[in-house]
C-alpha cells in the first residue's frame, strides 16, 4: 500500500488534513502550536485506490523546544518510507522563512511533493497564494483542510502519481478485506515506559520518548508482525487524575487513550516499579475491567528496585490486594531498558485475547460445572432451594455466562463469585474479564 505523509511547520493544518482524509477524528487538533509530537498513521482511499497517511509533528529550527530534535527526526523518518508527500503551507501567513527550509528539506528527498495551500477558505483568497510559487515545487494545490474545499483535486492528483495506484484500483475494489487483528493497548500512567515498549518491539524510533511526563500524545496505532505473531499495538498517551489534567490538549489526550481501551481486545497496563501501585493504576485497571477488555499488568523498570528475599512475591501479592476481588490477571514483572521478559508481555497479551475469544462448548460447559453446583448448591434464601439446571455462553466478544435456575432473583454475589472462580480454576480464563447472569428457567 503506497503511503503518504503530510508536512509542514506548525499550525498549517496537517492535523486537520489529516482526520479528514481518514474519516475520523484520530489527530488531535489544537490551536495551540507542536501539538503533534509524534508520526501517526492512518488509512485511506480515493477512487478506489487505499493507500496508507501519516501525520507529522510541525518541522520547526532553533525553536528552544526540548521536543524539537526529535519532531524533526520523525518528520525526516516519514519522508523516507513515503512514497509522496503532501507539503502543507498556511495562506494565512503566506510565505515564511521556515517554508523555504522545509522545501529546501524535501528537494532533497527526491519524491514527488505536492505543495498543499490550506485555509483558503474563500475564491477571495485564491490570488494570495501566486506567492508560493516562489518554492519552485511547481504546481500548486489550494484547499480548505476544515471544509474539505478543493480536496478531490489534490487527491485525483496524489492518486496518479501513486505507482500503480491508476492500475490496481479495480483489483482493490474486488479484493478481501483482510483479517481483523488483535488489538492491544498499552496504558497506564505518564513516564511509566510505554512508548518505550512500543520502540523495542518495533524495533525502531516510532515514538519519541523523553523523561519529560506527557510526550506521547495522540494514540499510535503501529502493525507488529514479528516471531510468528500478528497484532496492532496501540501507544496511549499516560492517564492522570482529572483533577491534574489542566490543558485542552492533555484533557483531549486523556480521551483518545481512553477511547483506545474501549476499542481494544487486550489492554498491557503498565506500572511503574519505583512509584508502586498508586490508586490511578488502580483506576484505569478498574476502567479496563469495566469495559470487559482482556488485562496484563506489567510491572516496569524492575532493574531499579532494591531486592530482598521474596520482593516479587510480596509485591505481586501487593497488587493483588488492591485489585481485588478481580486477582486472575497476569502479572509480568519487566525492564525495558535491560530488555528483560519484554517479549513474554507480548506473547502473554496474545494468549488472553485467545482465551477471551474462546467459546466453550455448551455441553462442556454443563458437564463441569453442573457437578460443582451440586456439590455446592446456591444458600437457601426465604426457604427458597434455588436449582441451576443449566449453563451456556453468549455468542459475545467476552465470555457472558447464562445459569438457568428457578429463583434468579435469589442468587447473591458472594456465590456468583465462587461461580466465577470455579469457571476460571476449569476452563483457564486468566486475564480475562467475564460477566455471570441468572435467568428464569
Not at 502543507?88 to 524535501?106: K, Q, Y
Not at 528537494?107 to 519552485?136: A, I, M
Not at 471544509?147 to 483489483?171: F, M, N, R
Amino acid at each position: 500500500m503506497a503511503i503518504i505523509a503530510i508536512v509542514g511547520r506548525p499550525n498549517v493544518g496537517k492535523s486537520t488534513l489529516f482526520n479528514r482524509l481518514i474519516g475520523r477524528r484520530d489527530a488531535i487538533v489544537d490551536r495551540s502550536s507542536g501539538v503533534t509530537r509524534d508520526r501517526h498513521y492512518g488509512k485511506s482511499d480515493w477512487n478506489g485506490v487505499d493507500f496508507s497517511v501519516i501525520d507529522t509533528g510541525g518541522y520547526v529550527d532553533d525553536s528552544g523546544d526540548v521536543f524539537e530534535e526529535e519532531i524533526k527526526k520523525q518528520v525526516r523518518l516519514a519522508v523516507e518510507e513515503a512514497d509522496c508527500i503532501l507539503f502543507m503551507v498556511d495562506a494565512r501567513e503566506g510565505l515564511s522563512g521556515m517554508d523555504e527550509d522545509v522545501a529546501s528539506v524535501l528537494r532533497r528527498s527526491e519524491k514527488p511533493v505536492f505543495l498543499v495551500v490550506n485555509k483558503v477558505d474563500s475564491y477571495k483568497q485564491l490570488h494570495e497564494v501566486s506567492e508560493f510559487y516562489k518554492l519552485g515545487l511547481g504546481d500548486l494545490y489550494s484547499i480548505s483542510a476544515i471544509t474539505g474545499s478543493g480536496t478531490g483535486e489534490l487527491l485525483d492528483a496524489v492518486v496518479a502519481a501513486i505507482p500503480g495506484g491508476s492500475e490496481h484500483a479495480l483489483a482493490q475494489e474486488d479484493a478481501p478485506s483482510p483479517q481483523e487483528l488483535p488489538r492491544i493497548a498499552i496504558v497506564g500512567r505518564p513516564n511509566a515506559g510505554k512508548s518505550s515498549l512500543v520502540n523495542l518491539l518495533l524495533g525502531d524510533d516510532r515514538t519519541i520518548v523523553t523523561p519529560v511526563p506527557g510526550t506521547t500524545r495522540d494514540s499510535i496505532h503501529s502493525h507488529y508482525q514479528n516471531f510468528g505473531l500478528d497484532f496492532l499495538l496501540i501507544d496511549t498517551a499516560g492517564i492522570r487524575k482529572k483533577a491534574k489534567v489542566k490543558e485542552d490538549v492533555e484533557f483531549y489526550s486523556v480521551m483518545r487513550a481512553v477511547r483506545s481501551i474501549e476499542h481494544s481486545d487486550v489492554c498491557i497496563l503498565m506500572v511503574d516499579a519505583e512509584r508502586g501501585f498508586e490508586i490511578q493504576d488502580l483506576n484505569i485497571f478498574s476502567l479496563i475491567a469495566k469495559n470487559h477488555k482482556g488485562i496484563v499488568i506489567l510491572v516496569n523498570k524492575w532493574d531499579l528496585i532494591k531486592k530482598e528475599t521474596n520482593t516479587h512475591k510480596k509485591f505481586e501479592a501487593y497488587i493483588r490486594d488492591r485489585i481485588a476481588p478481580f486477582r486472575d490477571v497476569p502479572i509480568i514483572f519487566t525492564s525495558v531498558t535491560q530488555k528483560q521478559r519484554v517479549f513474554k508481555a507480548v506473547e502473554t497479551a496474545i494468549e488472553v485475547y485467545r482465551r477471551r475469544a474462546e467459546k466453550i462448548p455448551t455441553r462442556k460447559l454443563n458437564d463441569v460445572m453442573l457437578p460443582v453446583i451440586q456439590q455446592k448448591p446456591p444458600p437457601k434464601v426465604k426457604d427458597k432451594i434455588i436449582k441451576i439446571k443449566y449453563i451456556t455462553q453468549l455468542p459475545k466478544s467476552y465470555p457472558i455466562f447464562i445459569f438457568f435456575c428457578n429463583h434468579p432473583q435469589y442468587v447473591k454475589e458472594p456465590y456468583q463469585r465462587f461461580l466465577e472462580n470455579r469457571l476460571r480454576e476449569h476452563f483457564n480464563l486468566t486475564g480475562v474479564s467475564l460477566e455471570i447472569y441468572f435467568r428464569q428457567k
